[in-house]
């Protein structure tokens, strides 16, 4: 077997957790069944893919940040892009049911729809990154939605409440359910 993934497709293993020996399958990627997949116990990311066979398991770190193949024989993993070839012993893990997560979580309908700019969130994610590049988990952003013609507010706090940072981006269109009757 052997799959081509995408720059897009190779960036969900960002998603994915660290070891765990009660829960290896989190540090790795799950690609079958038509999808990427990659969880932490916190955040699930998942992107379509050419591939409908049964599930093969990369460890996440094995995936660059870019396009690459990966080829499974039975017994190793290859993830190959043009200048490495990075392998694993093949390994099969009872992954969560993902499909019933994401089911779960979206079968309620929205109530209000807010759409970003990429680029916007990117330029607001390096605000965020800190002295610590990022590595820290203490800080929390939240989110401040209030009317459809208002700009998101997003404020980066502390655990005790203090403001790291703070800014506000303009939607690129927003919806509210009383809106779409």
């Not at 960002?14 to 765990?20: C, E, L, Q, R």
Request: glycine content about 8%; some cysteine.
């Amino acid at each position: 077997m052997r799959v081509t993934l995408t720059k897009q497709q190779a960036l969900v293993a960002k998603a994915a957790g660290k070891f765990s020996e009660g829960r290896p399958y989190m540090e790795c990627v799950r690609i079958g069944k038509g999808k990427v997949v990659a969880a932490d116990g916190f955040m699930l990311a998942q992107s379509p893919v050419d591939y409908d066979g049964e599930p093969v398991f990369v460890p996440s770190h094995m995936i660059p940040s870019g396009p690459c193949d990966v080829e499974m024989d039975g017994k190793t993993v290859r993830v190959i892009t043009a200048e490495t070839t990075r392998e694993a012993p093949h390994a099969t893990y009872d992954y969560p049911d993902t499909e019933k997560v994401w089911r779960m979580e979206t079968k309620r309908k929205p109530k209000a729809c807010v759409a970003l700019n990429v680029a916007l969130l990117r330029k607001m994610l390096a605000c965020i990154e800190g002295k610590d590049g990022g590595k820290s988990s203490s800080g929390m952003v939240r989110l401040y939605i209030r009317r459809p013609e208002d700009a998101v507010e997003w404020r980066v706090q502390e655990p005790d409440g203090s403001v790291m940072v703070e800014g506000l981006i303009e939607p690129m269109f927003t919806w509210w359910e009383k809106e779409n009757k």
